[in-house]
């Protein structure tokens, strides 16, 4: 089956957010490391405290982490489940005067925070979410982010798949369990046009079997570092470092994950 690019959008993060939400859940016992490197580079650049826009926040774990260390943050999403789930996140972990979160489309992000008191001392792009809609929506975002910031202001694109990480360890099968869910991931990479689709094929745990439950499509454009550097570049943002991991600030290289620290320019 073929998914338009909106389709799968909403089918994962909307209509089944209930099987995204625990993949995502997965990710918050490795945050406070990812917070712990954004914060020591922040430290580098004399950021240690102010406003952060969190884009594509999901459920949260950034704006939350990065309250923990006396930011204000406010994480913008468009799936009102994850919104409403990060708000509960952000009470149980007694940040909730430090956060707020917006249920609204990151590509009209200018108008999402329009309200919202600015600029912002600190932008972050979290997990893979680039790309989901092409490069020039991506540069539109980009753009409405850097004018929502003050000069100087840091941004984060973290733990982001890139090109030369999917040339050299292409997986075209895994397997990951999350909860009572198992997942199948079936991954197609196309050189030519830079498309990553993937299938997660959803199965409750029943005992010995495993109960089908649903199916998903995923396709986004995967970037190479000089591609998203270039890219930010446009949108008024000068590419200042590239790591492997913001939990170790290893260098980035082709069998690590992409983060880009950038500052507006
Ligand atoms: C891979 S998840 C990353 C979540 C979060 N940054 C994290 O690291 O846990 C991508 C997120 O982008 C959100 N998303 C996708 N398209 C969006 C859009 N147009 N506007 C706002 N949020 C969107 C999804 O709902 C999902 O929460």
Known sequence: MCYSMRDWVNKLFIERSDLFLKIMNARWV??????????????????????????????????????????????????????????????????????RFLEGDVREIKQVVGRVSKPFDVVTNVWTSVGFYGVKADLSVFKQARQLSREGAILFIADTVHIEYL???????????????????????????????????????????????????IAHHVYSL?????????????????YGSLATLQPMNSLTGMNIVAKAV
């Open 226 to 242: 000089s591609e998203l550097c270039s890219l930010l570049k446009r949108a008024g943002w000068q590419a200042v470092a590239s």
């Open 30 to 99: 490795r945050t406070a490391q990812l917070v712990d490197g954004m914060v020591r580079v922040l430290d580098d650049f004399g950021i240690k405290s102010g406003m952060l826009l969190d884009l594509y926040c999901g459920n949260g774990r950034v704006s939350v982490y990065m309250a923990e260390k006396g930011f204000r943050a406010i994480g913008v999403d468009m799936s009102r489940a994850f919104v409403e789930d990060a708000e509960a996140k952000a009470e149980e972990h007694g940040v909730s005067h430090r956060v």
């Open 167 to 217: 040339s050299l360890k292409f997986a075209p099968t895994s397997y990951a369990e999350f909860e009572d869910i198992v997942m199948l991931e079936d991954r197609k990479y196309d050189p030519m046009t830079a498309q990553a689709q993937t299938t997660w094929t959803f199965y409750k745990k029943m005992g010995q079997n495993l109960e089908f439950i649903d199916r998903a499509e």
